[in-house]
């Protein structure tokens, strides 16, 4: 299929819609009408109807999760077009993108561009929620800058997971799930109604899988385990609601999840550049199939190693005043992460003509910490003045040390083998390596104080204002260890160099707009924000003292025009969105050379405009049968581009920014089949999902162009009547359409590194879930 027919078709199905995912949907009783259901979200830490806030958000229900089983934050991005996923070595390497920005760093002193919230505490780092999603009950995205409401973090937008309050009465869900590839999770929720006035909710879940790509290195039959790519996770969630008096409701939050991942094994999936080092590598890649984003083996003698422990306890209290209400998150978070990798991609120590390295191996662990505390006041509802005011401050601190160890064979006239391999052992002349560490870390606090409101002028017309006011300090250290090799090699300095610096920032970000009812089922709205992402500094492993930068502030001016409608007796709904967003001292990675090897560098990297068009939309067909669809249109380019060193390239003009799609589609669907003469019922989805080519990094180089590529998830469910069991079978991926969410050069000789997702190869699965108690 055409990329003009997708669009067609996803015209055709539901007018040009893109949507994020099929909302729930209100039961009906007897001949009542088939209505979609009221959608509730907190994105202006109120909760308010979907259709009432002025602003584009997407929401992914409890239902669309449910329905489809293993799906983690890195899915969400086939589910909701505007939203991308950058899969990093670690999950501090990886990033979320809206509207086709985000923030490709490293750095330990600098910041996502999208923010993500936990139960309303913003996470320091992004990376603490990239595991499983598990006792959700919804997702609301809210794309574009939400620097008035959520501060420093979020000049691209807000990812809030909010998760399972406690019910009533005792009961709870068990599920069971198993797929394709040795996957493999387990999950339980528990409702414990412990008084009249206090209730709880338990939720465990575990997960493993083997993985996708095969570790030729370990793959003989006397390896313990030669896939890799894997995961191997666990976790409790608890939470307790507590009505300490008519006025007042306290909700404690407690997590704690570990994982080991081994992940992310780079393939490399291209042949080395023709020349001497050709045959040489060849020879070291023996058995890999080189074919692209095909490619399913790698060839590493040091596993690719996520290992992660991160816990977590918030007190939110909401306290009624009159008609207020006066709410206070206090959270602390703990996040542990232990990474490493094969920097060579070889399984042996082995030198080829024309190559410095012989091997590479980089490791180390990441500590974080981070306190929060947010006072708030909400004005009652259906007031001429709704408002929310309140203070927020943010303590967050990392270290990290980052070990690398290097072999290098250095005598060029070492003779070799018919294939160009040196020899390269221990013991040898020739043979020089060396173990270099650094530690750093950073500091950041942050205070700010905020008020949105909307102001009714008439029946039909409100103004919308909001500002905020945020001081930043930021303090950032790194010390190095020598090498203990004798002479200088590629990628490691022997010197020993240690420097602290500070910054600091004030910034007043806002918001103004104007809303209209049109009628009881139309609304249009207009507005104009301000975002705002704090400072940093570009802190990395091989850094000399002198080499230290300050990254400025980003800021970013976005408007945005929107209409919101229910149709044909709410049985539809269509949000149409249109933006156009320009960014100053936009923060990016620049390729740069450092003791002789290439690296990438966080600097100021100039201007940037994202514009285009989203659409949601949901359909009840009839009772049983539910379609939703969607399609976004993104154009984000460089406007002026600095490089590493500062200057100012012209010629990058119109250049596409990474992981930015032009197009995305997105189509779903559920039928219910209830036959009156059986004891079950039968349920039928589908996804179909659309993503135009993309360039995978800056530079536009034809070479890191992904291809645009389509999924297709079916599945099958029967269950009773009441729902209480539920058998259902899945196939994801159905055409077994695969594709890359990442390529990088700088493999052995010049070769293309790939990164794979599980999505990118189809497989199957089932799941069981079963309902007890009342």
């Not at 584009?56 to 991005?77: D, F, Y």
């Not at 927020?392 to 064979?409: E, H, L, P, Q």
């Not at 409100?462 to 090699?489: M, W």
Request: one cysteine or more.
């Amino acid at each position: 299929m055409t990329q003009t027919a997708r669009i067609l078709a996803g015209s055709l199905l539901l007018g040009a819609v893109t949507v994020t995912a099929l909302p729930a949907i209100a039961q009906v009783a007897g001949d009542g009408p088939v209505v979609l259901e009221e959608i509730i979200v907190t994105a202006q830490k109120r909760s308010q109807n979907l259709q009432e806030v002025p602003a584009s958000i997407a929401v992914v229900p409890a239902s669309v999760l449910e329905n489809r089983p293993g799906t983690n934050i890195e899915g969400l991005q086939t589910l909701i077009p505007s939203l991308n996923f950058r899969k990093g070595g670690t999950s501090l390497d990886s990033s979320l993108f809206l509207r086709g920005v985000g923030t490709i760093n490293f750095a330990i002193a600098a910041e996502s561009s999208v923010a993500f919230v936990l139960d309303g505490v913003v996470l320091a780092r992004a990376g603490e929620a990239f595991g499983d999603l598990y006792d959700v009950e919804r997702i609301e995205v809210l794309r574009g800058p939400q620097g008035t409401l959520f501060g420093k973090n979020a000049s691209a937008g807000v990812v809030s997971l909010v998760t399972k309050r406690p019910g009533d009465t005792f009961g709870g869900t068990l599920e069971l799930t198993a797929a394709e590839g040795r996957e493999h999770k387990g999950k339980v929720a528990v409702d414990l109604p412990l008084s009249d006035t206090v209730r709880a909710r338990l939720t465990g879940f575990t997960g493993t899988y083997d993985g996708n790509i095969t570790n030729l290195y370990t793959a003989d039959p006397a390896s313990k385990k030669s896939k890799v790519n894997g995961y191997d996770r666990k976790g409790v969630r608890g939470v307790v609601e507590w009505d300490a008096a008519e006025a007042l409701k306290w909700t404690f939050i407690a997590d704690y999840r570990k994982s080991e991942d081994d992940s992310l094994a780079e393939v490399i999936g291209s042949s080395p550049t023709a020349g001497a080092n050709q045959a040489a590598l060849l020879s070291l890649l023996s058995g890999i199939d080189l074919n692209g984003d095909k490619t399913r083996q790698v060839r590493h003698n040091q596993a690719s190693l996520s290992e992660e422990e991160g816990w977590g306890f918030s007190a939110q209290a909401d306290y009624t005043v009159g008609d207020h209400t006066i709410t206070s998150i206090t959270a602390w978070r703990e996040w542990d992460i232990w990474g490493q990798r094969d920097g060579d991609w070889l399984d042996r120590t082995a030198a080829y003509v024309g190559n410095a390295f012989a091997q590479l191996h980089d490791y180390g662990p990441q500590d974080n910490r981070t306190f929060s505390q947010e006072l708030r006041i909400a004005s009652p509802s259906g007031q001429a003045l709704e408002y929310v005011a309140g203070a927020y401050y943010s303590n967050s601190k990392g270290d990290r040390t980052f070990t690398r160890d290097t072999t290098v064979c250095t005598a060029s006239t070492l003779a070799v083998d018919a294939t160009g391999v040196r020899p390269c052992l221990p013991g040898a002349s020739t043979y020089v390596s060396g173990t270099s560490s650094a530690t750093f870390g950073s500091k950041s606090e942050s205070i700010a104080g905020f008020a949105q409101g909307t102001l009714r002028l008439t029946d039909q017309l409100s103004a919308i204002a909001g500002l905020r006011l945020t001081h930043d300090k930021l303090e950032a250290y790194h010390n190095r260890i020598p090498s203990t090799a004798p002479i200088d090699l590629p990628g490691i300095r022997r010197d020993l160099s240690g420097w602290v610096d500070k910054a600091s920032k004030d910034n007043v970000s806002g918001k103004a707009g104007l809303s209209y009812q049109a009628t009881d089922e139309v609304s249009t709205y207009a507005t104009y924000s301000r975002g705002y992402k704090g400072p940093a500094f570009n802190v990395f492993f091989n850094q000399a003292a002198n080499q230290r930068n300050l990254i400025k502030a980003e800021t970013v001016d976005a408007y945005e025009v929107g209409v919101k409608s229910e149709l044909f007796g709410r049985r539809a709904l269509v949000n149409v969105a249109g933006f156009w967003s320009k960014y100053d001292n936009f923060q990016a990675n620049n390729f740069d050379n450092l003791n002789g090897v290439v690296i990438t560098r966080l600097t100021n990297a100039g201007e940037v405009s994202t514009k285009g068009i989203e659409v949601d939309s949901q359909v009840r067909v009839t009772e049983d049968f539910r379609l939703t669809g969607g399609l976004a249109y993104t154009d984000a380019q460089i406007d002026k581009f600095r490089d590493a060193t500062g200057v100012l390239s012209s010629a990058r003009k119109g250049e596409s920014l990474p992981l930015a799609p032009k197009w995305k589609l997105s189509v779903g669907a559920e039928y219910t089949i209830a036959p009156e003469s059986l004891p079950v019922d039968f349920h039928l989805n589908g996804t179909y999902s659309y993503t135009s080519g993309q360039t995978s990094d800056l530079g536009n180089n034809p070479l890191l162009h992904i291809h645009s590529y389509d999924l297709v998830n079916v599945g099958f469910a029967i269950s009773d009547k009441e729902d209480r069991y539920r058998l259902s079978l899945f196939v994801n991926n159905l055409f077994d359409q695969s594709f890359p969410i990442q390529i990088a050069p700088g493999g052995p000789g010049g070769s293309l590194r790939y990164v794979i997702p599980r999505e990118a190869d189809r497989y199957a699965g089932a799941s069981l879930r079963v309902k007890f108690g009342a």
